[in-house]
């Protein structure tokens, strides 16, 4: 029988996945780096970053900085996902796997299919791995040793609610972000021709 507290965080995090989901459905390229003011983090081919230290692998780097600018950059949907997928990938890795992941290493996806399809594939792994702990691991302190967080010093439980809420967040923020791209393209469809 699984721990009641797991069970209402997977509850919790399986929700959140189905609303984003749905919402992800139709995501196109244009929508995925529409930037919508000057400014923005996104992902970009190497050698365009808008940021001091883009990260990757591969030929897409995420815009990112340490300390993170003052007020922080306006995000696309292509960063916040990458994003969304970077904790789980990472805490996967300093939890379940070989305790040598960086932020660096990861080759990012070119595309809005791409994204959703990396996006769910990270998901999935962290899901089915925190699926499968018990309750004395849940109480574990420093279970994961993440070391971009807080994670060595709380329990797993505590670490688990965080996340969900982290991802929570951005989905909203991602979806937002559709309703608002989706919005500005009828707005403009209403003014009709000049």
């Known amino acids: 029988m699984p ?24 995501l196109t390229d ?27 692998k591969g030929e ?5 900085e340490e300390p993170e600018p003052q007020p922080p950059p306006f995000t696309t949907i ?4 990458c994003h969304m997928a970077q904790s789980p990938l990472e805490r996967y890795d300093y939890t379940f796997g070989s305790h ?6 990861v080759v990012w996806p070119s595309g809005a299919d791409d994204a ?10 962290w899901r089915a791995a925190v699926g499968g702990l018990h309750a004395e691991e849940l109480d574990t302190v420093g279970l994961s040793q993440y070391p971009g967080g807080l994670d060595p010093q709380v329990r797993f439980v505590d670490l688990l609610a965080w996340t969900n809420t982290d991802f929570l967040h951005h ?21 009709g021709p000049e």
């Open 78 to 81: 292509a960063w916040r996902m």
């Open 60 to 64: 897409w780097l995420l815009d990112y």
């Open 30 to 56: 244009d929508e995925y780096f529409w930037e919508p003011v000057p400014g923005c983090w996104s992902l970009r081919p190497r050698g365009q970053a808008a940021s001091a230290m883009p990260s990757g």
């Open 171 to 191: 989905a909203a923020e991602v979806a937002c972000l559709r309703d608002l791209y989706r919005a500005q393209g009828s707005r403009a469809a209403s003014l």
């Open 3 to 26: 721990d009641d507290r797991l069970r209402v965080l997977l509850f919790q995090l399986d929700t959140a996945w189905e609303m984003l989901e749905a919402r992800l459905a139709g």
């Open 100 to 105: 040598n992941s960086k932020y660096e290493d």
């Open 116 to 125: 959703v399809r990396f996006l769910s594939d990270v998901h999935h792994r």
